[in-house]
């Protein structure tokens, strides 16, 4: 499900939108469910969350006490969502703002440091939820917007206009299309990433250092793409492929080969379940996901047919540009996706990757 909140619960609790309850952006997660930090920390772990949540509600600003509704996170720096990376702030027990300064996925970054040096000798769960390369593009630091001149970014092949009669609020897009090229905003989105890449590579060298590398799994995800201009189309909520596919890296020295990567199809829903497979923890509870630790050890298991992909709920960038309500399946080879008015989309991935051809 391609947009923050209903992803952000997947992740979490190996479930469906339609079973976590968080289907569209801003609506609260059930807390009748469990989620990975509840399982572990039965487990005698040490639990933390650092960053980005987006799971409480609105407004978008509150702040998560103490008890359910951190869902079993016990180390708290977070802000439910703020997109303002240059004037970050996060909660941690009382409702205090502590503001950040400078870029903000810096500073969550020392916070992650500072929480595993300070728990080396402890199981933890650490979850780092960095809010970029998320719109706004352009809030990222000079150094690294310097590496990318959008003079010579290399568009897909299936990026056009953006269709302004498809639209239903005209004046919000127009906004946005005279706010950024598609050039300058990958230039930026790129930008963004580099940042990522560097603050991942200093905690990584800080696993390494404290000697933790051999038994800590790391997982680097999201919880959708980004349109950036692809189908005449911005940001997410959309079944294309550049809304759907995230990155899926993940490392467990010893277990998982290094280097290995893998044609078998993977969901967010399927990651709480695969973890504990790899962990070795039975959790005695139902998921929609399903284990493929196997195949992450580089075993032949058996895999997913088909992944299920939704917009149950569309707001935001999704209903101004005119996306209605849809549910769909990717197989191996085809995307199949009906809206509230029927058959919408069906592309062969194989032979048309780009997905420019509408069967």
């Not at 919880?223 to 993940?250: A, F, R, T, Y």
């Not at 195949?295 to 299920?308: H, L, T, V």
Request: aromatic share 12%.
């Amino acid at each position: 499900a391609p947009v923050c909140t209903p992803a952000r619960g997947t992740i979490l609790t190996g479930l469906y939108p339609f079973h976590h309850k968080a289907i569209t952006n801003d609506i609260p997660i059930s807390l009748e469910v469990k989620s990975i930090a509840n399982i572990l920390k039965g487990k005698g772990y040490k639990t933390a969350y650092i960053g980005k949540w987006h799971l409480d509600g609105v407004p978008r600003d509150k702040f998560t006490p103490p008890g359910l509704r951190r869902l079993g996170f016990d180390w708290w720096a977070v802000a439910n969502c703020n997109h303002q990376y240059f004037n970050g702030y996060y909660y941690q027990d009382t409702d205090r703002k502590i503001f950040i300064k400078g870029y903000e996925p810096d500073y969550q970054t020392e916070l992650a440091i500072k929480f595993i040096t300070d728990n080396q000798d402890t199981p933890f769960c650490l979850y780092l939820s960095y809010g970029p390369p998320h719109a706004p593009y352009e809030l990222v630091p000079e150094k690294y917007k310097k590496i990318y001149d959008p003079q010579k970014i290399h568009l897909r092949p299936n990026v056009r206009p953006v269709d302004i009669s498809k639209v239903r609020n005209k004046q919000r897009v127009e906004q946005m299309l005279t706010q950024y090229s598609p050039e300058q905003a990958i230039a930026f989105y790129y930008a963004a990433i580099t940042a990522l890449d560097w603050n991942l590579g200093r905690l990584l060298k800080k696993i390494e250092e404290l000697k933790l590398k051999e038994n800590t799994i790391i997982i680097f995800t999201s919880d959708h793409g980004d349109m950036l201009w692809s189908q005449g189309k911005l940001k997410k909520e959309q079944p294309w492929e550049e809304s759907i596919k995230v990155p899926l890296i993940i490392r467990y020295p010893g277990v998982i080969p290094a280097g290995g990567q893998t044609a078998e199809l993977i969901s967010l829903v399927d990651l709480v379940p695969t973890i504990l497979g790899l962990m070795e923890i039975n959790a005695d509870l139902a998921f929609d996901g399903q284990d493929l630790s196997d195949i992450c050890r580089g075993k032949r298991g058996n895999g997913k047919e088909f992944i299920y992909l939704m917009g149950q709920v569309i707001v935001d960038q999704g209903w101004m540009l005119g996306i209605n309500e849809w549910r769909g399946i990717k197989t191996r080879d085809f995307t199949y996706i009906k809206d509230l008015n029927g058959p919408w989309l069906l592309y062969d991935n194989i032979n048309d990757p780009y997905q420019m051809v509408n069967l």
